[in-house]
């Protein structure tokens, strides 16, 4: 999910943002008509990954429907993005683990408990872009298709390889695959990123892409869910300018600098 915040709101089009996959995102046009210039991959590779789905209280017979992704912390908690529960209560939402497909009913499915927002989540600007979700149900971790991630223990640095993963938009007004998709993308400095977005970005964020190149980005769908370094996560899809544009990196929730902030809530709902 991009969205793009306060003083460019007039000059970007909205990316990551607006988490239902039925809106259309502004996307970057690609050859490559996966997760913007990515590949398909099994869920056994990336068992961390979830599929947020939602049911609105106001239509009780409509089916849930993928609305972000997210990251399993543990068998109780699931880290996802602000942005996609803000205005939101937990019996709205089913956490699918285990299953390789945006509509796939061959995982787990299990009830959100309760929603646990950044208290200092912004919004306007995206800053503090993080959520926790506590499971009313265990998950049943298997170490394979259904398995916890661990967070970043280190700030990451520019450069370094990352791999976003989720089912969003394959591109500019395009539909999101029914399969779970990856893609590299490298870090980019914080120097940068505040470069191309106008001193937006702050310590609670985290940049990656391919700077000057694009055509490789998570897009719209892909919110809430995992930017991870050597299996350890990173960051958590957040906003940006569009999909895979050259000029404007993605920018994610900095899981380092709020790794504190998931340890402290965790550990006060054991």
Known sequence: ?????????????????????????????????????????????????ISLRKKSIFAPYEPYQHICGGSI????????????????????????????????????????KQIL??????PQTFNNDIALLELAIPLPLNGFTIRPIELMDTAPTAGTKSTVTGWGALAENAPSPLDLNAVDVPIVSQEL??????????????????????????????????????????????????????????VYANVWALRDWILEKTSQEE
């Not at 299953?99 to 959100?112: E, L």
């Not at 927002?117 to 912004?122: D, K, Q, R, T």
């Not at 391919?210 to 719209?220: E, F, H, P, S, Y």
């Open 1 to 49: 999910m991009k969205l793009v915040a306060i003083l460019l709101l007039v000059s970007f089009v909205f990316g990551h943002a607006l988490p239902l996959e039925e809106t259309k995102d502004k996307a970057m046009e690609s050859d490559d008509s996966r997760i913007v210039g990515g590949n398909p991959v099994d869920i056994g590779a990336y068992g961390y990954q």
């Open 73 to 112: 912390y543990s068998e109780k908690f699931i880290i996802t993005a602000a942005h996609c529960i803000i205005a939101s209560v937990a019996s709205e939402f089913k956490v699918v683990a285990g299953s390789n497909f945006r509509t796939g009913t061959d995982g787990v499915m299990v009830p959100v």
């Open 117 to 122: 927002m950044h208290e200092f989540y912004n």
């Open 193 to 250: 990123c505040n470069e191309d977005y106008k001193d937006l970005i702050t310590d609670q964020m985290l940049c990656a892409g391919l700077r000057g190149i694009g055509g490789k980005d998570a897009c719209q769908g892909d919110s809430g869910g995992p930017l991870a370094i050597r299996n350890k996560l990173a960051g958590v899809v957040s906003w940006g300018a569009g999909c895979a544009r050259p000029e404007y990196p993605g």
